[in-house]
């Protein structure tokens, strides 16, 4: 990366972080005070951020199963580092919803006394399995450059005598067993995946009282957003993130632009028939929400961000430009980023419509409204998460072995 890119990508994130540590520290000390949401509509940016970054996190783990357990080779040099960015933006996630909470530090009460009767608790249990599952498998595929990173000096031979628990070289029985679980747990973790970005969709479907939201198609939408979503992001990882500028990349990179393509353009057909279905007769609850989507006061967030910057533009480079590197890169990072714009459409039409027409003229407060546009505080705590999730994929970059080389016993060829 060139010099002044690497400036200005610096300069954005000091910028970043700085208003997200003063966001954070608002939050733990005046709580949610400078939230715009209310008694009424009390979900906001961050349960959207929080369903954003999970997506990006089962879409990136699903990328790497495709390495782990389906055996694609074009995609094997790239496991390690699939794996590392679904950890990252899956604690990206939980800290957004962590920061929802009225009550941060009782979180823990979900593991400690669950009600299964919920499917939120259920949710819990499969993200802590799941993140186990994605920590043990990422070093179970580094362990044996982790051993070679012993006798090396600095940093790395700091991690790798950290992390590698074995000292030496990792004989090949032991790296043959590590690649014998390392499948298995990537077997297990792929309905995991599945099960709990499902669970997020299943969560909003099953509020019944809620119309808006009460689709059996919803748990589907979530995941095809997921696939999308996270195959966006992994695209342009490694297409920035790659540290050979060779074929090889250029294979790698067009492979998953034609998947996220195909990904893409399916994902349109669904989200077709969630607004074409409720509006064919112009009537219900339901009907007035798209309206309100398609042509309310945010139209430009559906149509310019979402539909343009996010479904036609990446369709166009992924196309008709799939053969640059370049193409795809910035066709990935336009899906994953605007794709944060589905999760608000999903999260806060749902919450407008009042249940008791006329409620909203009952009470005068400015917490008992059905109107909500995130509060630059709430921005502000969402670019902590944000710049968090970057300094820790930068370092994980920097001195950990993403992006090594396969040896001879490759995970994929055994």
């Not at 940016?45 to 999970?54: H, M, N």
């Not at 879409?59 to 040099?77: A, C, R, T």
């Not at 998953?256 to 074409?276: M, N, Q, Y």
């Not at 899906?335 to 008791?356: C, E, K």
Request: aromatic share 16%; glycine share 8%.
């Amino acid at each position: 990366m060139k010099k002044h890119w690497r400036i200005l990508l610096w300069t954005l994130w000091v910028i970043v972080a700085v208003l997200g540590v003063h966001g954070f520290a608002s939050r733990l000390i005046e709580g949610h005070r400078h939230a715009n949401y209310g008694s009424y509509i009390i979900w906001g940016l961050w349960v959207s951020a929080y369903i954003y970054f999970i997506g990006l996190s089962a879409g990136s783990f699903l990328l790497s199963s495709m390495i782990y357990v389906f055996g694609v080779k074009k995609l094997e040099k790239i496991g390690r580092l699939a794996l590392f960015t679904a950890i990252i933006t899956l604690c990206m996630a939980l800290i957004s919803i962590w920061f929802d909470l009225g009550q941060m530090f009782r979180a823990y009460r979900m593991v400690t006394s669950p009600n299964f009767g919920s499917m939120m608790a259920w949710m819990v249990w499969l993200y802590s399995l799941y993140t186990v599952i994605m920590v043990v498998e990422l070093w179970m595929a580094m362990r044996a450059d982790l051993c070679r990173w012993q006798s090396e000096p600095g940093v790395r031979g700091w991690v790798g005598r950290t992390l590698a628990f074995h000292r030496g070289p990792l004989p090949p029985e032991k790296e043959r067993w590590c690649h014998h679980w390392l499948k298995v747990l990537a077997i297990v973790g792929v309905p995991l995946a599945i099960a709990f970005h499902g669970g997020v969709g299943a969560l909003f479907s099953t509020l019944s009282a809620r119309p808006f939201w009460h689709t059996p198609l919803m748990p589907i939408l979530f995941l095809t957003g997921a696939l999308v979503s996270g195959g966006g992001l992994m695209a342009f990882v490694v297409a920035a993130f790659y540290p050979h500028r060779n074929d090889e990349q250029r294979q790698m990179v067009a492979y998953i632009g034609r998947a996220v393509l195909g990904l893409l353009l399916f994902d349109v057909v669904l989200e077709w028939a969630e607004f074409s279905v409720p509006m064919w007769y112009g009537v219900g609850h339901e009907y007035d929400l798209l309206m309100r989507v398609l042509f309310g006061d945010f139209w430009w967030v559906f149509w310019i961000v979402h539909v343009g910057l996010g479904c036609l533009v990446p369709i166009y480079l992924l196309a008709f430009r799939g053969d640059k590197l370049w193409s795809v890169g910035l066709a990935g990072l336009l899906i994953a980023v605007t794709f944060m714009t589905v999760r608000l459409n999903i999260v806060i039409p749902g919450l407008l419509d009042p249940h008791l027409q006329g409620l909203q003229n009952a009470f005068s407060d400015h917490r008992l409204v059905f109107w909500y546009v995130p509060s630059f505080f709430e921005w502000q705590v969402t670019m902590f998460i944000v710049a968090l999730g970057s300094a820790l994929f930068y370092l994980g970059y920097r001195f950990l072995p993403l992006t090594a080389n396969q040896t001879e016993n490759s995970p994929v060829r055994h």
